[in-house]
């Protein structure tokens, strides 16, 4: 007896399947996920499964080489994940893709048709391992630990404020987080700093401050003091929690307008510190508040 399996269903069932396990990743690990991304790793990872039927004796198609394309797809879904935001990530994904397996596996046991089959565990006699029933459960009982560290707090809802920046007649909006361990204030005035990441600012900014904003001290234009921008730099000198001290460069706006619950108030006495690194590691916010700019 032939059996035939067709490529168009194989390759659009599998992509289907691939785009909710990564939805499911970034609402498991609390990312920000985009629509065409997600599309074009589910399609990566969609022919790679048609392929591991038709050369499935290739060690391009081992286990360590799906592990290796699985953390490829995370990467291209999820793009500028490092660390531990990455495992956290990565772990989801396998998390998610053992859970489906196993759901795959029951429509395996009741029938399923062999198309679907061949499409949800990528081969045509898949079996389940006690290993795969080993890492779901160990990526199960780990993830809270993983999730903890990567910044993510399930059922936790954030302190988060909207937050419109303005400097130089030009208002940038952004999502700022209330953060109880910011206490970083201007030596000179005394006025409590925002921490605000570059990437974030570097649209509104003049392009003669950018040097300024990434420490490189001996490349700053000598016109760059006598700018009106110029005239409302700040260094903040700061220490870390682990300890680590350094200068944190930054600028007096014209003001800031805080928004919660449709109550807004403006601020003008407050500084803005900028951080080289992004603050969020999933994108849910681009600045730090200073708790005393939330009071009444």
Same mark, same amino acid.
């Given at each position: 007896m032939v059996r035939l399996i067709y490529v168009d269903v194989l390759f659009a069932v599998n992509m289907a399947v691939n785009?909710?396990?990564?939805?499911a990743t970034g609402k498991l690990a609390g990312r920000a996920v985009k629509p065409l991304r997600l599309c074009l790793s589910s399609a990566s990872g969609a022919l790679y499964a048609g392929l591991a039927l038709v050369f499935p004796s290739s060690l391009a198609f081992s286990l360590p080489a799906r592990i290796a394309f699985g953390i490829f797809m995370v990467a291209l879904a999820f793009p500028g994940l490092r660390g531990v935001g990455l495992f956290t990530v990565v772990a989801s994904f396998f998390l998610c893709s053992a859970l489906t397996a196993g759901?795959?596996?029951a429509l395996l046991q009741s029938g399923a048709n062999r198309a679907l089959r061949a499409s949800l565990l990528g081969g045509t006699d898949p079996s389940v391992?006690?290993?795969? *029933?080993?890492?779901s459960l160990a990526a199960l009982s780990a993830f809270p630990v993983l999730a903890k560290a990567g910044g993510y707090h399930p059922g936790r809802p954030l302190p988060l404020m909207n937050m419109e920046l303005v400097i130089g007649g030009q208002t940038l909006g952004l999502t700022a987080l209330v953060d109880t361990g910011n206490n970083l204030r201007?030596?000179?005035?005394g006025l409590p700093v925002v921490v605000v990441d570059w990437e974030s600012l570097r649209k509104v900014m003049p392009d003669e401050v950018y040097t300024f904003f990434q420490s490189t001290w001996d490349r700053i234009p000598s016109c760059l003091a006598d700018s009106p921008i110029g005239r409302r730099l700040r260094l903040i000198p700061y220490e870390s929690l682990s300890g680590k001290k350094g200068v944190l460069p930054g600028f007096r706006p014209d003001r800031l307008i805080l928004t919660e619950k449709g109550r807004r108030k403006v601020l003008k006495n407050a500084i803005?510190? *900028?951080s080289g690194e992004r603050l969020s590691p999933n994108?849910?916010?681009q600045a730090l508040l200073h708790p005393?700019?939330?009071g009444p």
């Open positions: 785009y909710i396990i990564l939805l759901t795959a596996y391992h006690w290993w795969m *029933v080993a890492f201007d030596p000179v005035s803005v510190g *900028v994108g849910l916010y005393d700019l939330t």
